[in-house]
């Protein structure tokens, strides 16, 4: 059984960071791509970022571009997203997802490849205050 397990959320003031943590069981990370959505209240979901088979290939909403990393350690099969400079537009819950396939499929969408990922964490909320 697959499971995604979401870590790091919080509530930070604007400015500050926070680091998500989405650790895997049951699925390796390394062959796959994984991304991390995020759902505001009353907003569409947006997808934030997504890295793809072997790290070489990262994407970034323009939003987070410059203030967002994602990362990966494949020896703890565990993705990260650091969120630096955070702004209250950040706050949402945040999901990962992992077995999403190339966006070539999705009309060159990678968000679209992320919306349609097989496996979802159950999120973690992340409040930023002004």
């Known amino acids: 059984q697959v499971q995604l397990v979401e870590s790091g959320g919080g509530s930070v003031q604007a400015g500050g960071s926070l680091r998500l943590s989405c650790a895997a069981s049951?699925?390796?990370?390394?062959?796959?791509?994984m991304g991390w959505i995020r759902q505001a209240p009353g907003k569409e979901r947006e997808g934030v970022a997504a890295i793809y088979a072997g790290g070489d290939n990262t994407y970034y909403a323009d939003s987070v571009k410059g203030r967002f990393t994602i990362s990966q350690d494949n020896g703890r099969n565990t993705r990260y997203l650091q969120m630096n400079s955070l702004k209250p537009e950040d706050t949402a819950i945040y999901y990962c997802?992992?077995?999403?396939?190339?966006?070539?499929?999705?009309?060159?969408?990678?968000?679209?490849?992320?919306?349609?990922?097989?496996?979802w964490g159950q999120g973690t909320q992340v409040t930023v205050s002004s």
């Open positions: 049951g699925y390796s990370y390394s062959s796959g791509c």
């Open positions: 997802v992992a077995q999403c396939y190339s966006p070539v499929y999705y009309g060159g969408s990678w968000s679209g490849s992320l919306f349609a990922a097989k496996y």
